[in-house]
């Protein structure tokens, strides 16, 4: 039974860039929910994706957007970067629109230089 | 409003010995809880949840939380830690209102030998 998986592990852009982080679900897991994670800090919940429609959203700028597939993977789009983005970028899936049992995969390691 | 506050951001504890890692939320509606650790360069695990039900949760590799509405405390505790417990531990809610998760800043566990 594959986990929650994640593409790329790290990722290194140039500030304005774009970025597109790829995310699987566990098995059986309709949900996704995105967080970022700053060094020395606990995750910051970003968006929520059931099905395929943004259903809740944490306190970020449009500039952090998503989409979700018909298989329930996701992705997290990610305009004009910023230094401040650097972070570790986590997707947790779950089942049934409620995220409150999740699971993460590894993350992605995001540096904006 | 909903927070999350670890009350200790570093635990230093020799090896064998007990430990309890504090948690307070709060929260004016019903909330589930969570604990998760975090290894380095890794996503985070669950190691337990309240939901409902019984307030003294088990979860894995012998940690168990202690939910207490009154003090809306969720502390986390273990009776003799192993070297392998060193990790970042994180504590957080699923506000069922609001259908977001809230964690807190974290609390590094150092088992020393």
């Known amino acids: 039974d594959a986990g929650v998986t994640q593409s790329p592990t790290h990722l290194i852009k140039t500030r304005g860039q774009q970025v597109t982080l790829r995310c699987s679900p566990k098995?059986?897991?309709?949900?996704v929910s995105w967080y970022q994670q700053a060094l020395g800090q606990g995750p910051q919940f970003i968006f929520q994706y059931y099905e395929e429609e943004e259903r809740q959203r944490g306190n970020f700028p449009d500039r952090f957007s998503g989409h979700q597939f018909p298989n329930y993977s996701s992705e997290l789009n990610v305009n004009a970067l910023l230094l401040g983005d650097s972070a570790l970028y986590l997707c947790?899936?779950?089942w049934g629109g409620g995220n409150y049992e999740q699971y993460f995969g590894p993350g992605t390691r995001l540096t904006v230089t | 409003a909903q927070s999350v506050t670890q009350l200790d951001s570093q635990v230093p504890v020799f090896e064998e010995a007990p430990v309890e890692l504090r948690c307070n939320y709060s929260?004016?509606?019903?909330?589930?809880l969570f604990w998760y650790v975090q290894y380095p360069n890794q996503g985070l695990q669950l190691l337990l949840k309240y939901l409902s039900g019984s307030t003294l949760v088990k979860g894995i590799n012998g940690f168990e939380a202690e939910f207490n509405k009154s003090q809306t405390s969720f502390h986390l505790r273990k009776p003799s830690v192993h070297i392998s417990d060193t990790a970042e531990y994180f504590c957080?809610?699923?506000?069922?209102?609001?259908?977001?998760?809230?964690f807190g800043d974290g609390t590094t566990l150092t088992v020393k030998p």
């Open positions: 098995s059986g897991h309709d949900t």
């Open positions: 947790a899936s779950s």
């Open positions: 957080a809610d699923y506000n069922t209102n609001a259908g977001k998760s809230t």
């Open positions: 929260s004016s509606v019903s909330v589930y």
